[in-house]
């Protein structure tokens, strides 16, 4: 066995996965800054210790220390298993889906070739699809077990959403695996360090628009972030399929909702928005003109910047928009999405099938 290969790939979840669970924390924070400007609100900006505001971190301090020292309460008529197995079921697949994401070129020291995502799989998007599939077990266990209409609702809704717009994730994402000619992600961001015409980066936004549109959205809608919420609804549900949980229990689900949208947002850079390539700037030259190590740091920096849009996007989009009513929520999935998805899939064929040096 290759123990320094085993090594090498031990570090490398190590770090991604502490690179992603420290995102929580500076997108709670960003998020209570965010929502305080957008919508005017008092407290994430002005909350002080003696008068110290430290740009608004003393927030999600607060935060901290309330689920740390809160009651770990499991109400008595709840499934016990079931009830303490639910945040785990969902905060696990959200912890592994972004390990074949590729954060920049594989990088090649002494003869050893090092591949900067956690898993080179041959898979690729197959294996967040399945993950994110799983996730929905975790929702409607939590609703089910807590033995309370309000989360059973909550539940309920969260797997007639999650299943709905898992359909037309997947399908918006065939249009850029028909051009790609690839599943591995690794590979399908090679492809958009291409030229269009030799002007035009080939990254899948280019390519396919109406996939990139109605991807971020079934993202959204994965995320159950809003618009999408529905499965908490506090207004109607009193936070849904997570009304039983308190403390360190509802911390799993609040942390496994940001790693979903820390992975939501690396899938849409990766697919639509070329990863980690440098617009105009291609891998080889790079290298060339800076070295192997200084050019992957220059790949992981482009990566992160777009990361950090996507990620305020959808901040930005939460506090804005209202949240739909239930069945304009479906209606939207069913009746609007799924339908231009298939649409989409179609009109690439056709495209590929009779102009095929069109997007070469």
Known sequence: ??????????????????MVLSAVPV???????????????????????????????????????????KEEYVPAHANRAF???APVMFLVPAAMAFAVVPLADTLVLDGRTIHMQVANLNIGILYVFALGSLSVYGIVIAGWASNNKYAFLGGIRSSAQMISYELA????????LMIYGAIQLGEIVHGQGEL?????????????????????IAVFAEANRLPFDLP??????VAGYHAEYSAMKFALFFM?????MVTGAMLIVTLFFGGWQIPWVSSEALRAAVGPIPAVLLQLGSFTAKL?????????????????RYDQLMDLGWKIVLPLALANVFVTALVLYFGRGLLS
């Open 308 to 324: 950090g849009f996507f990620l305020w996007l959808f901040i930005w989009v939460r506090w804005t928009l209202p949240r739909f």
């Open 256 to 260: 496994a909702e940001y790693m979903a």
């Open 1 to 18: 066995m290759d123990w320094t290969g085993v090594g090498i790939s031990i570090l490398k979840a190590s770090v991604v996965f502490f």
């Open 83 to 85: 009830y303490l197995l």
């Open 169 to 176: 994730l997947s399908l918006s994402v065939v249009g850029i």
């Open 27 to 69: 997108l709670v924070w960003a998020e209570r800054r965010g929502s305080a400007f957008i919508q005017h609100r008092l407290g994430p900006n002005r909350v002080n210790i003696a008068g110290i505001t430290l740009f608004g971190l003393v927030q999600p301090l607060a935060d901290v220390v309330k689920f740390l020292w």
């Open 232 to 237: 908490e609804a506090e207004n109607e549900l």
């Open 196 to 216: 269009l015409f030799g002007v035009i980066p080939k990254w899948g936004v280019v390519t396919q628009p109406l996939a990139f549109v109605l991807f971020t």
